[in-house]
């Protein structure tokens, strides 16, 4: 998602919201340890299970990748798993109040001084062509589910019987039993 700039918003507000942590954090974190959201995620994961951020970002600097690094703390990937359902989840409701509440997101990258064009890092753009489909299929999904209710507000109620009706397509972020990522459905 963070190859878009809307897009990067969102996974940007989406995460702040989740992990309780300001957006310019975020940013600031994502520059320093030069993660994709994704991996960023990993690292907050690994610190809420007592790792130490400083620690993180200096494996990494010395050539470690996070999923090394998880793997060496021996994370706990079913709870990192259920974790990534849910940050998914907020993305997809996020995408989808998006397109139903555009000023509502731009008042919070005003509010949280965020401006998404600088909200790079080159992480964002290691991926492959089947992730950026399958990323703007989510987002082409939710943004469609949208424009039908455009100047109508869609309870969470009504958006979860539309997901449950057409199916969750965000992906997992936590990689499968054997280390790899797990391929987008």
């Known amino acids: 998602m963070a190859t878009d700039v809307t897009a990067r918003g969102i996974v940007s507000k989406s995460m702040s919201d ?15 340890m030069k993660l994709n959201y994704g991996g960023l995620f990993l690292a907050h994961v690994l610190t809420a299970a007592g790792a130490k951020m400083e620690d993180i970002a200096a ?8 999923g090394q690094i998880a793997g060496e703390r021996t994370a706990n990937w079913k709870e ?12 997809a409701d996020n995408i989808f109040n998006h397109f139903l509440h555009n000023s509502a997101d731009q008042g919070r990258d005003l ?17 492959t062509l089947r992730e950026i489909l399958a990323a703007q299929e989510t987002y082409v999904l939710w943004r469609d589910r949208a424009a039908p209710s455009q100047g109508q507000t ?13 199916g969750d397509p965000a992906r997992d972020l936590a990689p499968n039993a054997s280390g790899a990522s797990n391929p987008p459905k």
């Open 80 to 91: 990192i798993e259920a974790h990534a359902k849910k940050l998914n989840n907020k993305i």
């Open 59 to 66: 494996q990494l600097k010395a050539g470690k990748k996070i």
């Open 111 to 127: 509010a949280d001084h965020y401006n998404s064009t600088k909200d790079w890092v080159k992480a964002d753009a290691d991926v």
């Open 18 to 32: 989740f992990l309780k942590v300001g957006r310019s954090q975020l940013v600031q974190e994502r520059s320093n």
């Open 154 to 166: 869609m309870d969470f109620a009504h958006a979860q019987m539309a997901r449950d009706a057409f």
